[in-house]
Nanobody, 116 residues
């Protein structure tokens, strides 16, 4: 069973940047998509960005133009570069991998707090 481990979260001031990493214990090439989700307090988990096995990407909502998802198949790692961060970006960010069967696996999450 592949496991996902997120890192790179922390406290950043508004307008700052963070890069999140999601390291998989196995090959990410076997997954249909890799995605980043976030969950703010008292809110539902929501998709932020995803990248398909072929490299195409999707961004949702306010992530467009500010966040960039990428992956390194050789390192089995997916990244989320987040720029121009806003207080409303504060959330726990989760990495997810979707198999071709449709099933998902999740990481444990990493906290991102945007505050002055």
């Amino acid at each position: 069973q592949v496991q996902l481990v997120e890192s790179g979260g922390g406290l950043v001031q508004p307008g700052g940047s963070l890069r999140l990493s999601c390291a998989a214990s196995g090959s990410i090439s076997s997954f249909m998509t890799m995605g980043w989700y976030r969950q703010a307090p008292s809110k539902q988990r929501e998709l932020v960005a995803r990248i398909r096995s072929g490299g195409s990407t999707d961004y949702v909502g306010s992530a467009k133009g500010r966040f960039t998802i990428s992956k390194d198949n050789a390192k089995n790692t997916v990244y989320l570069q987040m720029n121009t961060l806003k207080p409303e970006d504060t959330a726990v960010y989760y990495c997810s991998a979707t198999r071709y069967t449709g099933s998902n696996i999740w990481g444990q999450g990493t906290q991102v707090t945007v505050s002055s």
